[in-house]
């Protein structure tokens, strides 16, 4: 595993976007003003908080998603 810099993220905002499924997430991620991950995990939002807090330590995180369903 990589070791991060926490200095180099702290205060800084990571933005999260998020396509809502009940049996999958598609997740990505932007910082910089550039999209540095786009990935597909399981629906747990502590493993996502988990990940995001470790790859990101010390950001801010803004968030979006993306949740819909079928009207009959």
Known sequence: MKAVNAE?????EVFVGMDVHK??????EL???NVTKTYSM???PLE???HLNR???????????E???IVN
């Open 8 to 12: 180099l993220f702290a205060g800084q």
């Open 48 to 50: 996502l908080s988990k």
């Open 67 to 69: 949740a819909g369903f």
């Open 31 to 33: 910082y910089g003003g």
């Open 42 to 44: 399981k629906p747990d």
């Open 23 to 28: 049996n999958s997430w598609t997740v990505t």
């Open 55 to 65: 790859e990101y330590p010390g950001a801010k995180f803004k968030s979006v998603y």
